[in-house]
């Protein structure tokens, strides 16, 4: 369609509107250009992991890439199902839309790395850190982060129905409006407050948190949630009637 107006535009008065015409052709067809040159950058699959790397859409299912050196690399919707990333330095890497279905990042360094809505059903994100980190829209069911280093990380919609946060440090973390459906947060290590605005939070486990600074914390959200005696809530709040809730066995 560009091509056919600009062949029309040829064929046009020498009038100062002609003349307009034509430069916004000459512009259209360069960011077309640009756009199709971006693409075919964008297919370096084959090449070897190292810092920058740009693996774009790429499928890198079940490898094994554990201590690749990843920095800052280009890895947006790619494909890394039940890859080991494990002790990978993937230090602000653009992850976003990345397929992490199974994969194990535990170990690695993530800090400041882009894992908006990355697919990552039981990722091992243990022990990684990943401060500063976003995850906003995420899908990270049952995705383990035990040990993990959040500070500042952002959840913010994410879906973290049923996660694992077992001792792992919180400070200054987002979870506003995520899933918390039956999370684990008990045993997590934080300093200041947690931001829980408009989360879901049926079944989360809160158990022994002080939660006193909390942000966005409702009654609604703490009757949904899982607590105990040592578990202490914001001014005005309450404990469930209904704590301390069964263990959960899955």
């Known amino acids: 369609m560009v091509l056919w107006v600009a062949t029309s535009a040829e064929h046009a008065g020498t009038s100062g509107e002609a003349v307009k015409r034509r430069g916004k052709i000459a512009c259209l067809v360069a960011v077309a250009v640009s756009g199709f040159a971006s693409s075919a950058a964008a297919a370096d699959c084959k090449n070897l992991p190292g810092p920058e790397t740009n693996w774009q859409e790429c499928n890198k299912r079940q490898l094994m890439l554990g201590g690749s050196d990843l920095k800052s690399s280009n890895l947006v919707d790619t ?3 039940s890859t080991d990333l494990s002790g990978a330095d993937l230090t602000a890497a653009n992850l976003e839309k990345a397929t992490l279905v199974r994969a194990s990042l535990a170990g690695a360094k993530a800090d400041k790395a882009n894992f908006s809505r990355v697919e990552a059903y039981r990722g091992d994100f243990s022990g990684i850190s990943a401060e500063s980190a976003l995850f906003v829209s ?5 995705a383990d982060f035990t040990g993990a280093k959040l500070k500042g990380a952002d959840f913010e919609k994410a879906e973290l129905g049923r996660a694992n946060f077992d001792k792992a440090v919180l400070t200054g973390t987002r979870f506003s409006v995520a899933n918390l459906s039956r999370a684990n947060l008990s045993g997590a290590l934080f300093e200041g407050p947690l931001d829980f605005d408009r989360a879901f939070m049926f079944l989360t486990r809160i158990e022994g948190l002080d939660l ?12 949904l949630a899982c607590g105990d005696a040592a578990t202490k809530l914001p001014a005005g709040l309450r404990a469930s009637a209904k704590w301390p809730c069964p263990p959960d066995d899955d």
């Open 79 to 81: 494909d890394f199902a």
């Open 138 to 142: 995420s899908e990270l069911q049952r």
């Open 212 to 223: 006193a600074a909390a942000k966005g914390l409702t009654q609604d959200q703490v009757d």
